[in-house]
Nanobody, 124 residues
Framework: QLQASGGGVVQAGGSLRLSCAASGGTFSNYAMGWFRQAPGKEREIVAV????????YYPDSVKGRFAISRDNAKNTVYLQMNNLKPEDTAVYYC???????????????????WGQGTLVTVSS
């Protein structure tokens, strides 16, 4: 199970840190990712991190502003979001899959587990 938290309302240019706590499995065996879905838009990938944390991926839309990290001792993955923009407003979901970061990037419709989502609202 995945439990996402940390969403809220922030002004443009501000920062938020999302957390996703995992339970029920061996956390270090799972690649982790963050996705988001804005109203009326398709779900999109935001960040992915590999099993050990040494591999990460970001799309151009968030590169340089967002950072994903994980603490395998705490079974938690984080998403630090800086310089937030109104277009970052969305429900953010964490996801997990044991098949690795490349699978997370390319097979979001076939992932092992999803969190419940946390709303991020960026006001202009």
């Amino acid at each position: 199970q995945l439990q996402a938290s940390g969403g809220g309302v922030v002004q443009a240019g501000g920062s938020l840190r999302l957390s996703c706590a995992a339970s029920g499995g061996t956390f270090s065996n799972y690649a982790m990712g963050w996705f988001r879905q804005a109203p009326g838009k398709e779900r999109e990938i935001v960040a992915v991190i590999g099993w050990s944390g040494s591999t990460t991926y970001y799309p151009d839309s968030v590169k340089g502003r967002f950072a994903i990290s994980r603490d395998n001792a705490k079974n938690t993955v984080y998403l630090q979001m800086n310089n937030l923009k109104p277009e970052d407003t969305a429900v953010y979901y964490c996801a997990a899959d044991p098949r690795g970061h490349n699978w997370l990037r390319s097979r979001q419709n076939a992932l092992a587990a999803w969190g419940q989502g946390t709303l991020v609202t960026v006001s202009s």
